[in-house]
């Protein structure tokens, strides 16, 4: 983690970092991202610059075999700095820590380059019919 950073991974109390999650996830998703996101989360990681958070993954999961990295977010002025990485990192870190067998990402199909991060971070592409999807 670059310097002057501090990447923290939160289970379940978000307590003290409520507002500067809300707030941080608001920019990106408005009113789309609530409270309730939020808190059905299993984790969240942060990256904090002199306490604002400059980068934020979310994961949610069963905590014993499934689990998808979700929101992943890096300010604009952070990006192609390695904080996306190192936070990938700290996540599937706090998921094997718990046994879990499977993690998931959805890539962003606005973000063709997400490709490439999410296979330098480790992650296998599926095979094109092997993810279904239903928007209730």
Same mark, same amino acid.
């Given at each position: ?38 808190? +059905?989360?299993?984790?969240? %990681? =942060? @990256? ?10 979310? #994961? !949610? ?19 192609? +700095?390695?904080?996306?990485? %190192? =936070? @990938? ?10 046994? #879990? !067998? ?35």
């Amino acid at each position: 983690m670059n310097k002057g950073l501090e990447c923290i991974v939160l289970e379940g109390d978000f307590g003290l970092y409520c507002d500067k999650i809300m707030d941080f996830y608001k920019l990106e998703y408005g009113d789309g991202f609530t409270e309730a996101t939020m808190n +059905n989360s299993a984790f969240i %990681g =942060l @990256v904090l610059k002199d306490d604002i958070v400059v980068a934020a993954g979310r #994961v !949610i999961s069963d905590l014993s075999r499934h689990a998808q990295l979700v929101d992943l977010i890096v300010g604009e002025s952070y990006r192609r +700095n390695g904080i996306g990485s %190192g =936070l @990938v990192k700290q996540l599937l870190g706090k998921l094997k820590e718990h046994k #879990v !067998i499977y993690v998931g990402v959805v890539k962003d199909s606005d973000f063709p380059w997400l490709k490439d991060f999410y296979i330098r971070s480790g992650f296998k592409p599926l095979p094109a019919d092997s993810y279904f999807e239903i928007i209730n």
